[in-house]
C-alpha cells in the first residue's frame, strides 16, 4: 500500500539574517559601556584617592601651625605670669636667657631647644603627641634678636599616617614660623620742636602744621589744629626776628636777649602766630592763616 504523499507546503526554519545581525552588533556596545563603566569607576577612586590626600596635606599643615602658635602663647603667658606690665623689652630677653633660650642672633647653625615635652599636647594610643588628631614629631625653638625686637622661630613636623603599621601612606608637613615681639611704635611728642636751649632759632622762621600745609582739599580748611614750639629751659632771641608760628610759643625758662638781658617788651619783635578757635586754625578756604600778635 502506498501512502499519498502529503502535497501541503513544509516550512523549514532557519535563522533571521536580521535577528543575527543585530545581536553582533550589540556584543562590541555592551563592551564598550562595560569599559566606560570600569575607567568611571577607576576615575572616581582615583578622585577620591587624591581628594583624601590634599585634605590630609591640609591636616598637617594646619596642626603644624597651630602647635607653633600653642608655643607662642605658652612663652608669652609664661613671661605676663611674672610681669607687672611695664617691662622693657629688655626685660623680656633677660627671661628668655633664664629659660636657656640665648640670641642666636648671626649663628650660622643655631642651637634650638627642644620644647615638645614643654607642650604637653594629647597623646594618642600609641603614646605619640598629637594636635588635633595630627602627630607632632618635633617642635624645635630659637630666638634672634635685632636692634629693637625680638623674634621667636619656631619649627614643627607634623604627619598624619595611613594603614595599621603607618607604612601604607603618609603626609608630612614641615613649617617654620617666626613671631616678631617689639615696643610699640613711639608717635612723637606733640609738638613740633622741643629742646633744653634755643637759641637765636627764631630769627626768620616758619613754622606750620604739615598736614594743613601740604593739603589740597578746601573742604577740610579749619579741621586743623596748631602747632607748639617750646623750650624747657631758656630761649634766647637776637633784637630783629622776624618768624611766623602756626600754633603757640612755650618757654619753660627764661625769654632773653642775645646779651642776656631779660625780655619785657614783646611788641618790638616781629613774631607773629597764626589764630585759633576751638582749638582749630583759623583759615580761608584757600587755606590762608589769620596771623596776629605771637603770645607768649
Not at 635685632?146 to 608637613?173: F, N, Y
Not at 602744621?209 to 630761649?235: C, H, K, W
Amino acid at each position: 500500500m502506498t501512502c499519498p504523499k502529503d502535497s501541503s507546503p513544509r516550512r523549514v526554519l532557519s535563522p533571521s539574517p536580521t535577528r543575527g545581525a543585530a545581536l553582533f552588533a550589540l556584543v562590541p556596545v555592551a563592551m564598550l559601556m562595560l569599559s566606560l563603566m570600569i575607567a568611571f569607576v577607576g576615575t572616581t577612586i582615583d578622585s577620591s584617592r587624591a581628594g583624601t590626600s590634599k585634605l590630609d596635606s591640609f591636616r598637617a599643615r594646619a596642626a603644624a601651625q597651630s602647635t607653633a602658635a600653642r608655643v607662642v602663647a605658652d612663652l608669652w603667658g609664661a613671661f605676663e605670669a611674672i610681669s607687672t606690665g611695664d617691662e622693657q623689652i629688655w626685660t623680656f630677653r633677660a627671661w628668655l636667657d633664664g629659660l636657656g633660650l640665648p640670641d642666636q642672633g648671626g649663628v650660622a647653625n643655631p642651637v634650638k631647644m627642644d620644647y615638645l615635652p614643654t607642650l604637653a599636647l594629647a597623646t594618642d594610643m600609641d603614646g605619640d603627641e598629637t594636635m588635633d588628631g595630627v602627630e607632632i614629631e618635633r617642635v624645635d625653638v630659637y630666638r634672634i634678636d635685632e636692634w629693637d625686637s625680638t623674634s621667636i622661630v619656631i619649627e614643627v613636623d607634623a604627619v598624619i599616617r595611613k594603614g595599621v603599621d603607618g607604612s601604607a601612606s603618609e603626609r608630612r608637613s614641615s613649617i617654620q614660623e617666626t613671631f616678631t615681639v617689639s615696643p610699640p611704635e613711639w608717635d612723637g611728642l606733640d609738638y613740633v620742636l622741643l629742646a633744653n636751649n634755643v637759641n637765636c632759632l627764631l630769627c626768620h622762621t616758619s613754622i606750620d602744621n604739615v598736614n594743613r600745609y601740604y593739603n589740597r582739599d578746601t573742604s577740610l580748611a579749619g579741621t586743623f589744629e596748631p602747632v607748639q614750639v617750646g623750650s624747657i629751659d631758656s630761649m634766647h632771641f637776637r633784637e630783629d626776628p622776624d618768624s611766623k608760628v602756626a600754633g603757640v610759643l612755650l618757654i619753660g625758662g627764661d625769654a632773653i636777649m642775645g646779651d642776656g638781658d631779660d625780655i619785657n617788651d614783646w611788641s618790638k619783635f616781629n613774631l607773629t602766630a597764626a589764630q585759633n578757635l576751638d582749638g582749630f586754625l583759623v583759615e580761608d578756604p584757600f587755606g590762608t592763616l589769620d596771623y596776629a600778635a605771637l603770645l607768649v
